[in-house]
């Protein structure tokens, strides 16, 4: 949160009051899980809270969206066939590794959460 004097064209800290100072941070999610390289922001050196214009705020927005659309992700229900699950591996994802029938591969388990499917050459 901030407050803008358009007046002075100047922003300051909501919690200090002081003036914010335009910065360029390294990362940023905009949205949790998209990191954001070179993200503008105003910053408070006291107590470093950010705020982002409206005009930077839709430029964030955007480029997120941007990420989400190129990003390699794919929502999959797990089947059953016997006694094992089975999981559809979509075409874009097996041209993207170089998969196809009968190519060897290696599941290793990553955590609690998942595992890892790699070629073994
Ligand atoms: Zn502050």
Redesign the pocket.
Known sequence: MAKINLEEGKIY?A??D?E?NLVILPHYEFEEGIDLHRVQSYK?N????LFFTEEQAKELEARTNELKEYSFGFKKKLTISGRSLVLNIPVELADHAHLKAGTPVKIVPLSNEGFLVRKIS
Request: net charge positive; hydrophobic share 10%.
């Open positions: 800290c919690q200090c002081k914010m408070c006291s107590c470093n809270n």
